[in-house]
């Protein structure tokens, strides 16, 4: 068997070798996704799907605590609704998928399939909307959109996703304007404490906001690879949609007028953010509060000693209330490749029961994040390893918080981001006039982009790090996938 | 404000004049739905949309309970593998939306929208089996499906629709058969217990069977109008799919075997059913397990009495933890309009609390499902109200039970059918000897199929009722949404 646990190392290619390659390595060797039949799409499996399904349920209820409720528009947009909103349509047109018949019919009209629903869902609140005692409409879905993207790669950039998409209308610019920085805040919490992601809050510039929005937040994160992930944004839209769709509603006394807008979403994406933040060369390393599989008991030498076994059974019973515990008893595979196996899948714990373990009423348990190995009684288990897991999602984030700082610089000059991106990558700092020019002198010379202009400004400096003009914000800069 | 009210009932068309114009009525109304920019397509609005969460909620809870678990595939099928099986092909080929043109360009095979995602597991079950160990595969998917259907209606038949659609793999025949009854039966008690509607199971004919299965099993229920619906469907699908796709597994001696296979689902429809199994002239009568609202509070005359709001809103907060209540304490509107809007939402209980009900310390308890009223202690609410709810949920099973059984009838020929049929709506039972040509003459004749060849058979007599032949089976006979 010992080949078998060599074999299961030198599947992933290690990551300093080649990042994309590990990346590729983890997610289907792991069987948390495989590439579907049709380019780009992807087959979500059951051990991905269900840290999505811990994200939607976390996610949700921020949601519905915060008041919104959910409901559901249609798959499919005519071409002439699509086209209401100049800026929307021309940043959409080239990445959507046309119905062009149905049920052996050529259809009189092309039907996309959503890319994003503002248009079909503005089309909707417009026959809605009446009154202002209707407002605030805090809705949300969750729903598939195809995007018909060139370059893919699983979870996170895909031609078919799965996200929830959040379209409100208010009678305010300032209440909407606080939605959108609400929702902002929701996502950062939903990446820091479920997912253990440290993330950078702001705003995009005017280059890199959504196509119709008046401006957008955004989160991002830091992967291992020292590139950064757009992981949540949330648009303030203004009145650009609501005018472009003849959205209005009569106000106190009885005027027409349109409401402000905001729309904002996250994607399976998160998913791929999880594994590029915390994986290392033996695989996934998943946080306690998404892992499928929180803790795996592993049976040692169970088959000259039945009394383990049924000592693990009994643990695995005792422990079911407390987290989500899996038995691996299966006799066709040796402990030495259970482990392995259980490493790769990110597995927070393994509770390792053997003879020697029996007879003094312990097991040992190996944790994930830092393969330190401890000896805990079976009695005290069911009280000890909840606040291990809870220790273990607190590491994880600060971990990845430190690895954030020291891979974040300072630059005070195109010449210094240029040097310090060509020995890796990573999250430069710097003072930014604000103008376009500068912003893709930037992208041109580096690849890299403006990441966001963070919400927590720090002074580099009273100039523009990249020309002669005066400084009007700090901005954080990075090579992005 | 008495014209309001009386508005109120006038805005729906009583059911003895047109169901089906009640029925629209109704679900628009209650702003359950809303018809979509594109012809067949529907708006599924947040008070229809909570209803389908309650049903995801208990369904998924009872399929992970049984071992199954969740997982993604992709919305497009390319129509080649759609080809692969022939009856598949033949069944769907005429209802589904095709994709053309991706990112302004025209592809090079057609893609599919999913009608049912038969084809597309089974080419990547095809790539992930390899042994027997690794069966049984009990998966099943949250998602949207498209059929490019002709006459639509929201909830009930819609170009695109919410379902669950569950693809297992088993080594054993029996096995797989067992999986597709244990999942009719878990339809069972999702239509009884959390819906309130009793239902038929039993087998589909040869005909009626989904294309490509071996067996389809069904749940079967009577509407308001005497129609039959069906409301879940479990097919046993032998290894057509299986051989077809090429799926195998090694099996205990190292033979390469093909497994057997099971599907099933069910949708939105659920909701329609919801609507006209219980539903009447005020409007929407909802079973409280699946009610967005289980109690609204109306105070009375609160203008006047500032003490009756204080006193609804502590009743709200006291009642909180127990049920979902909601405080209708908009000034805007008058309590009659209030009770007659939440009545026409089928809220299955009003509370009503005024100047007098607070001096007894007492609120006026209305039931939605017998309109029936009650006087209970304020103290007495918060355990009493919880027991009533459950009181209401049952007594709607019975209701809908007893009006199924007055609209069952037997009949022992086609004349006696027609006759029947001709009176009005319901479910004949008949003996049936097998053969397809009684089952088109019973169509061509009344317009009504065979629903199911029901496990609970009853012997009606030795020959079959519409021919001469011996008779095979008991059946149920119906018209059919």
Same mark, same amino acid.
């Given at each position: 068997m010992s080949n078998k646990k060599q074999a299961f190392v030198k599947e992933i290619t290690p990551m300093e070798e080649d990042f994309a390659r590990w990346y590729t390595d983890v997610i289907t060797k792991t069987e948390m996704v495989d590439y579907a039949p049709v380019k780009g799409f992807m087959v979500i499996r059951p051990y991905g799907y269900a840290?999505?399904?811990?994200?939607?349920?976390?996610?949700?209820?921020?949601?519905?605590?915060?008041?919104h409720q959910n409901l559901y528009f249609p798959l499919l947009i005519p071409e002439s609704l699509l086209n209401k909103e100049a800026e929307h349509i021309e940043g959409f047109a080239p990445e959507v998928a046309w119905v062009t018949h149905g049920g052996n019919k050529e259809l009189s009209e092309r039907l996309c399939i959503r890319?994003?629903?503002?248009?079909?869902?503005?089309s909707m609140y417009a026959k809605w909307l009446k009154s202002y005692r209707d407002l605030p409409y805090l809705y949300n879905q969750w729903c598939n959109v195809v995007r018909w993207e060139k370059t893919t790669r699983p979870f996170l950039r895909t031609a078919e996703f799965l996200w929830q998409e959040g379209h409100t209308l208010h009678v305010g610019r300032g209440e909407a304007e606080a939605e959108t920085r609400l929702i902002l805040d929701i996502y950062r919490q939903l990446a820091e404490q479920l997912l253990a992601i440290p993330v950078v809050a702001g705003q995009k510039s005017e280059k890199e906001k959504f196509a119709g929005a008046?401006?957008?937040?955004?989160?991002?994160?830091?992967m291992h690879d020292g590139k950064a992930l757009q992981a949540g944004t949330s648009h303030f839209l203004g009145q650009h949609f609501t005018e472009?769709?003849?959205?209005?509603?009569?106000?106190i006394d009885g005027d027409l007028v349109n409401p402000y807008h905001t729309s904002w979403g996250v994607?399976?994406?998160?998913?791929?953010?999880?594994?590029?933040?915390?994986? +290392?060369?033996? &695989? /996934?390393?998943?946080p306690p509060a998404i892992a499928p599989v929180q803790?795996?008991?592993i049976p040692i030498a169970a088959h000259k000693n039945p009394a383990v076994l049924t000592a693990a059974r009994e643990l695995e019973k005792a422990l079911r209330p407390h987290l989500r515990v899996k038995l691996d008893d299966d006799s066709g595979f040796s402990p030495g490749y259970k482990f392995n196996k259980w490493e790769m899948k990110g597995v927070p714990l393994r509770?390792?029961?053997?003879?020697r373990d029996l007879k003094k009423k312990s097991i040992t348990v190996c944790r994930r994040d830092t393969l330190a190995k401890i000896e805990l009684g079976i009695e005290e288990s069911a009280a000890a390893l909840p606040q291990l897991l809870t220790k273990i999602q607190n590491n994880m984030l600060n971990k990845a918080l430190k690895r954030r700082e020291s891979n974040t610089y300072t630059v005070s000059s195109l010449t210094?981001?240029?040097?310090?991106?060509? +020995?890796?990558? &990573? /999250?430069?700092?710097?003072m930014w006039c604000g103008c376009r020019d500068c912003e893709d002198l930037i992208k041109d010379r580096t690849g890299a982009t403006i990441r966001c202009i963070p919400f927590d400004q720090e002074n580099l400096g009273n100039g523009c790090h990249f020309c002669e003009k005066p400084a009007r914000h700090m901005v954080y800069i990075a090579k992005a996938y």
């Open positions: 840290i999505w399904e811990y994200i939607v349920q976390h996610l949700d209820r921020q949601l519905k605590e915060t008041g890319p994003t629903s503002e248009a079909i869902i503005c008046e401006c957008t937040y955004t989160i991002e994160a830091l472009a769709f003849n959205i209005c509603y009569s106000n994607t399976t994406r998160l998913i791929g953010a999880v594994i590029m933040v915390h994986g +290392d060369n033996r &695989g /996934l390393v998943l803790a795996v008991i509770l390792e029961l053997g003879p210094e981001l240029q040097e310090k991106l060509s +020995d890796g990558n &990573g /999250l430069a700092k710097a």
